[in-house]
């Protein structure tokens, strides 16, 4: 599959924004979709993912109560509904898609976005 991401810009603190990851291809329900993030210097990090097919969630604890992954089956996509955004979740933010179901490591994950860039200004 091919994942194109999008959806970043330039925020303050409090505001919201949702990325989208167009998804060119099929999965199948035993697939999953993920939300990872890369500041500056850092490693890449965990999000969030959904389980296609029961649409299972998990989400990272610092992101727990503000963001949101869902399905959107009428554009094929994966969607990351950020609220209360805070300068911590200032990074790039890539889409990946693993055949594992739930997966939480980069290495576990076989495609991937080309990233959009998230600021959130204090």
């Known amino acids: 599959v091919q994942l194109q991401a999008s959806g970043g810009g330039l925020v303050q603190t409090g505001d919201s924004l949702t990325l989208s990851c167009i998804i060119s291809?099929?999965?199948?329900?035993?697939?999953?979709m993920a939300w990872f993030r890369q500041a500056p210097g850092k490693e890449r990090e965990f999000v969030a993912n959904?389980?296609?097919?029961?649409?299972?969630?998990v989400y990272d604890d610092s992101v727990k109560g503000r963001f949101t992954i869902s399905r959107d089956n009428g554009k094929n996509a994966v969607t990351l509904q950020m609220n209360n955004l805070k300068p911590d979740d200032t990074a790039v933010y890539y889409c990946?898609?693993?055949?594992?179901?739930?997966?939480?490591?980069?290495?576990?994950?076989?495609?991937w976005g080309q990233g959009t860039q998230v600021t959130v200004s204090s």
């Open positions: 990946a898609r693993t055949t594992r179901g739930l997966a939480y490591s980069p290495g576990g994950f076989d495609s």
């Open positions: 291809g099929r999965l199948f329900s035993s697939h999953g």
């Open positions: 959904i389980r296609w097919g029961a649409r299972t969630t």
